[in-house]
Nanobody
Framework: EVQLVESGGGSVQAGGSLRLSCSASGFNFDDSDMGWYRQAPGRECELVAMIYSDGAAYYEDSVKGRFAISRDNAHNTVYLAMNSLKPEDTAVYYC?????????????WGQGTQVTVSS
């Protein structure tokens, strides 16, 4: 059974930082592409960043230069370091397997972790 467990969310002021973690189990993590999505009230699901099995990364334009995705295959964990946070980054953040720009195409999802950025 695939399990994805996110942690690290919280409340910060604008300009602050958070580091999200997603612990994965139940599948071959080393060979899997992983992604971070976010969902804010009244907004569509958005692919924030993804990391391929070879370590290459993709970022959504609004987070380029502020967020960094990384993976630790030894511990089956994917991270999202978020710096210079803005109020518009407020959302529930999810990690997922087989990420795509189309949220419906991701295969497995974690339960999500809330990120709240105040101005």
């Amino acid at each position: 059974e695939v399990q994805l467990v996110e942690s690290g969310g919280g409340s910060v002021q604008a300009g602050g930082s958070l580091r999200l973690s997603c612990s994965a189990s139940g599948f071959n993590f080393d060979d899997s592409d992983m992604g971070w999505y976010r969902q804010a009230p009244g907004r569509e699901c958005e692919l924030v960043a993804m990391i391929y099995s070879d370590g290459a990364a993709y970022y959504e334009d609004s987070v380029k230069g502020r967020f960094a995705i990384s993976r630790d295959n030894a511990h089956n964990t994917v991270y999202l370091a978020m710096n210079s946070l803005k109020p518009e980054d407020t959302a529930v953040y999810y990690c997922a397997t087989d990420p795509s720009s189309d949220c419906t195409e991701a295969t497995d999802w974690g339960q999500g972790t809330q990120v709240t950025v105040s101005s």
